[in-house]
T-cell receptor, first 114, second 116 residues
Framework: GENVEQHPSTLSVQEGDSAVIKCTYSDSASNYFPWYKQELGKRPQLIIDIRSNVGEKKDQRIAVTLNKTAKHFSLHITETQPEDSAVYFCAARGFSGGYNKLIFGAGTRLAVHP | EAGVTQFPSHSVIEKGQTVTLRCDPISGHDNLYWYRRVMGKEIKFLLHFVKESKQDESGMPNNRFLAERTGGTYSTLKVQPAELEDSGVYFC??????????????FGPGTRLTVT
């Protein structure tokens, strides 16, 4: 079935360093890849997304890259700050049995230390 | 604009009891989704409504779960009877009309369900 693998499960960095989270998806028909940030006790918030007709997208300190051939996509956070600490989820739009559902990775807990 | 809201925020019930979760999507969003996160694992898709119709219920775990969206506005998810493995955080999300290519899904804060 459809699945999304996400690595690492935990990531600890010093403030100012970069953080990279990687995901691999299984469904070659997937065409939309969002990233969500969930702070403790809060709802998952969409922070950036990318569609399959684009290889890279940037928004200030965050960027996402997509390699359709390898079915890989990654989140890059530069100049990390303590407020970036959260659980990050990658997802891919799935089609099996219907359309528009999101298939999520297991999440990455990012800790940014001052 | 108000975001997706869910009620209750927490629910603790005993095995065998019934619980009903409610989701109010963003006004004007035809698409409504239910997801569940169990024990720190991935967020898993349960089902998808387009207005009042079930578009995809391939993720519903079994017939103890019943979702409704009468009138195409708010939705309820009933678990009857609840089992221990149903514990987790239930998220609702909504999005605009899919046909316009608007894929962004906006999540609610979730309902934490604990079955004892």
């Amino acid at each position: 079935g459809e699945n999304v693998e996400q690595h690492p499960s935990t990531l600890s960095v010093q403030e100012g360093d970069s953080a990279v989270i990687k995901c691999t998806y299984s469904d070659s028909a997937s065409n939309y890849f969002p990233w969500y940030k969930q702070e403790l006790g809060k709802r998952p918030q969409l922070i950036i997304d990318i569609r399959s007709n684009v290889g890279e997208k940037k928004d200030q300190r965050i960027a996402v890259t997509l390699n359709k051939t390898a079915k890989h996509f990654s989140l890059h956070i530069t100049e990390t700050q303590p407020e970036d600490s959260a659980v990050y989820f990658c997802a891919a739009r799935g089609f099996s049995g219907g359309y528009n559902k999101l298939i999520f990775g297991a999440g990455t807990r990012l800790a940014v230390h001052p | 604009e108000a975001g997706v809201t869910q009620f209750p925020s927490h629910s603790v019930i005993e095995k065998g009891q019934t619980v009903t979760l409610r989701c109010d999507p963003i006004s004007g969003h035809d698409n409504l989704y239910w997801y569940r996160r169990v024990m720190g694992k991935e967020i898993k898709f349960l089902l998808h409504f387009v207005k009042e119709s079930k578009q995809d219920e391939s993720g519903m775990p079994n017939n103890r779960f019943l979702a409704e969206r009468t009138g195409g506005t708010y939705s309820t998810l009933k678990v009857q009877p609840a089992e221990l493995e149903d514990s987790g955080v239930y998220f609702c999300a909504s999005s605009l009309k899919t046909g316009r290519g608007s894929y962004e899904q906006y999540f609610g804060p979730g309902t934490r369900l604990t079955v004892t």
